[in-house]
């Protein structure tokens, strides 16, 4: 089991940047695949980015490509996720997650969940 803990969320300004955390403890780190997904009020949860094992594959939703950027430290057990560019429907809880296979877009395939961090553009 991995135990995963997000930071780095607030309120921000369109255009304004930020920087997602997400720390893993338990297991080992290297063994899991990541990814962050997002859900808004009233949404369903929707995939944002992944990021392999080694951190050599990355994939991204349309609507964040160019935009946000996933990567991993191993050494750390840590995902990040550098959110630039931020809109207003950007706005919502990011959650990273964690699944002991290959990279995916869905949620649901994903074993392990943080507590998400709530992410709010505004002006």
């Known amino acids: 089991q991995v135990q995963l803990v997000e930071s780095g969320g607030g309120l921000v300004q369109p255009g304004a940047s930020l920087r997602l955390s997400c720390a893993a403890s338990?297991?080992?780190?290297?063994?899991?695949?990541m990814g962050w997904f997002r859900q808004a009020p009233g949404k369903e949860r929707e995939f944002v980015a992944a990021?392999?094992?080694?951190?050599?594959?990355?994939g991204y939703d349309d609507s964040v490509e160019g935009r946000f950027t996933i990567s991993r430290d191993n050494a750390k057990n840590t995902v990040y996720l550098q959110l630039n560019s931020l809109q207003p429907e950007d706005t919502a809880v990011y959650y990273c997650?964690?699944?002991?296979?290959?990279?995916?877009?869905?949620?649901?395939?994903?074993?392990?969940w943080g507590q998400g961090t709530q992410v709010t553009v505004s002006s």
């Open positions: 338990g297991r080992t780190f290297s063994n899991y695949a």
């Open positions: 997650a964690a699944r002991t296979a290959l990279t995916s877009r869905d949620y649901k395939e994903y074993n392990y």
């Open positions: 990021i392999s094992r080694s951190g050599g594959i990355t």
